[in-house]
């Protein structure tokens, strides 16, 4: 994902230093070539060797640095014109007065003078540190510079006070690094609008009637959308899963709520993917308490719920491009072709649940993209490589 991406990362003396080993490996992971600066505390937390393992790239901590070895002549010049974002986390309150105030007096801050890449910076100190009115003024100072500020997390903090000032998670970090330079953003200026997850409808207070639907794809496709640049709002039936970042999440619970939220969101949207497992049939009437068991059967009433991809189908607005989802078990290509014409999409994403590799709950799958002209399969992928595929393949259909 960050294949060709040349990252930097300035580590400063704060004890949450040692986070940042995890955020190296995993940019590393992801492809990224990543260079580690350090300042001279920072070294005392954690050893460079660390970062040199991890990274398989030269650490740097003076600027003054004489190695006959290392083909950069100049290193703070071409590590900071070099890079496609640097990250500096944790950023400590001397750090951020410096940056600032345009000190450059070590390795880190020489570094990013020159650099004309986004930089991120994550302050992270004691609460009371951060909410210094000389901290904050050089915060504000920076982001008006447009430095972007990684908001402190909120907790137990290492010198035994509890408040804001925590360095976020790697996962958010390396998130963060991932939308900003992940992919080109040719969706900018695009508003899409991405349901997922399964609808829970109630036959009593206990009980509720689903689906299997972990709501991964869904995720997947809004994840990608904003990584891609586009204002990507979710509506989401209940799941288990991380709000992806960059993204405007609207939790609902039953198919009537999803489908007052999608036609809510509908006409000020380009794009609309509906990936969600909603409910076709609800209970008639929902009990007002738990219904008890007995010897006989059950019988429940169902009704039809409102259909929100022929709804939307119905309204489409010129310009505006539906993708349906199709999962089927038999009759794949002849069933979703029926429902790409029934509801009026522009494209149906297809998937038959008897393939291996395919459907709930897991981290693959295998599309086929119904269009009017054409059958695509696609191989088996991961559903954030299905993500992407299907964002192109919009955006080449909407050209």
Same mark, same amino acid.
């Given at each position: 994902?960050?294949?060709?991406?040349?990252?930097?990362?300035?580590?400063?003396?704060?004890?949450? &230093?040692?986070?940042? !080993?995890?955020?190296?490996?995993?940019?590393?992971?992801?492809? !990224?070539?990543?260079?580690?600066?350090?300042?001279?505390?920072?070294?005392?937390?954690?050893?460079?060797?660390?970062?040199?393992?991890?990274?398989?790239?030269?650490?740097?901590?003076?600027?003054?640095?004489?190695d006959p070895?290392?083909?950069?002549?100049?290193?703070?010049?071409?590590? #900071?014109?070099?890079?496609?974002?640097?990250?500096?986390?944790? !950023?400590?309150?001397?750090?951020?007065? =410096?940056?600032?105030?345009?000190?450059?007096?070590?390795?880190?801050?020489?570094?990013?003078?020159?650099?004309?890449?986004?930089?991120?910076?994550?302050?992270?100190?004691?609460?009371?540190?951060?909410?210094?009115?000389?901290?904050?003024?050089?915060?504000?100072?920076?982001?008006?510079? #447009?430095?972007?500020?990684?908001?402190?997390?909120? #907790?137990?903090?290492?010198?035994?006070?509890?408040?804001?000032?925590?360095?976020?998670?790697?996962?958010?970090?390396?998130?963060?690094?991932?939308?900003?330079? *992940?992919?080109?953003?040719?969706? /900018?200026?695009?508003?899409?609008?991405?349901?997922? #997850?399964?609808?829970?409808?109630? %036959?009593?207070?206990?009980?509720?009637?689903?689906?299997? *639907? *972990?709501?991964?794809?869904?995720?997947?496709?809004?994840?990608? &959308?904003?990584?891609?640049?586009?204002?990507?709002? %979710? $509506?989401?039936?209940?799941?288990?899963?991380? $709000?992806?970042?960059?993204?405007?999440?609207?939790?609902?619970?039953?198919?009537?709520?999803?489908?007052?939220?999608?036609?809510?969101?509908?006409?000020? +949207?380009?794009?609309?993917?509906?990936?969600?497992?909603?409910?076709?049939?609800?209970?008639?009437?929902?009990? /007002?308490?738990?219904?008890?068991? +007995?010897?006989?059967?059950?019988?429940?009433e169902m009704?039809?719920?409102?259909?929100?991809?022929?709804?939307?189908?119905?309204?489409?607005? /010129?310009?505006?491009?539906?993708?349906?989802?199709?999962?089927?078990?038999?009759?794949?290509?002849?069933?979703?072709?029926?429902?790409?014409?029934?509801? @009026?999409?522009?494209?149906?994403?297809? @998937?038959?649940? =008897?393939?291996?590799?395919?459907?709930?709950?897991?981290?693959?799958?295998?599309?086929?993209?119904?269009?009017?002209?054409?059958?695509? /399969?696609l191989p088996?992928? +991961?559903?954030?490589?299905?993500?992407?595929?299907?964002?192109?393949?919009?955006?080449?259909?909407?050209?």
């Amino acid at each position: 994902m960050l294949k060709g991406k040349n990252i930097l990362l300035g580590i400063s003396g704060g004890i949450a &230093a040692y986070k940042m !080993a995890d955020v190296a490996s995993s940019l590393t992971k992801l492809g !990224a070539d990543v260079h580690v600066v350090m300042t001279e505390n920072a070294t005392k937390l954690i050893t460079p060797e660390v970062f040199r393992v991890l990274t398989k790239n030269k650490v740097y901590t003076d600027v003054f640095d004489d190695d006959p070895d290392d083909e950069v002549m100049v290193p703070h010049i071409s590590l #900071g014109t070099g890079a496609d974002l640097i990250l500096i986390a944790p !950023a400590t309150a001397n750090v951020i007065g =410096k940056l600032a105030n345009g000190i450059a007096d070590d390795m880190l801050t020489t570094t990013v003078l020159p650099a004309r890449c986004p930089i991120y910076i994550a302050p992270s100190m004691n609460v009371y540190m951060l909410e210094n009115p000389v901290v904050q003024k050089n915060i504000e100072k920076l982001r008006a510079l #447009g430095y972007n500020i990684i908001e402190p997390a909120t #907790g137990y903090l290492a010198c035994g006070y509890e408040g804001k000032g925590k360095l976020p998670s790697p996962e958010l970090l390396v998130e963060t690094v991932s939308l900003a330079v *992940s992919h080109e953003k040719d969706m /900018e200026g695009l508003k899409v609008l991405v349901n997922a #997850g399964p609808t829970q409808e109630s %036959l009593d207070p206990v009980r509720i009637i689903t689906n299997h *639907s *972990s709501g991964k794809m869904g995720y997947a496709i809004a994840r990608q &959308a904003a990584r891609r640049g586009a204002d990507v709002t %979710l $509506v989401s039936g209940p799941v288990n899963l991380a $709000v992806p970042l960059g993204v405007n999440v609207v939790n609902v619970v039953s198919a009537a709520d999803m489908y007052e939220e999608m036609t809510k969101y509908a006409a000020e +949207s380009d794009i609309m993917i509906m990936s969600a497992a909603v409910a076709d049939y609800t209970p008639a009437v929902t009990a /007002e308490n738990k219904i008890k068991k +007995s010897d006989g059967g059950l019988n429940i009433e169902m009704v039809r719920t409102k259909d929100i991809l022929k709804t939307l189908g119905e309204a489409k607005k /010129e310009g505006q491009f539906i993708c349906g989802f199709s999962m089927e078990t038999e009759n794949m290509i002849e069933n979703s072709r029926k429902k790409l014409d029934s509801k @009026n999409a522009d494209m149906i994403c297809a @998937n038959n649940l =008897k393939v291996p590799g395919t459907g709930f709950k897991v981290d693959t799958n295998i599309i086929t993209l119904i269009t009017a002209d054409e059958v695509k /399969e696609l191989p088996l992928m +991961s559903k954030e490589e299905a993500a992407d595929e299907i964002l192109t393949k919009i955006i080449s259909l909407r050209q």
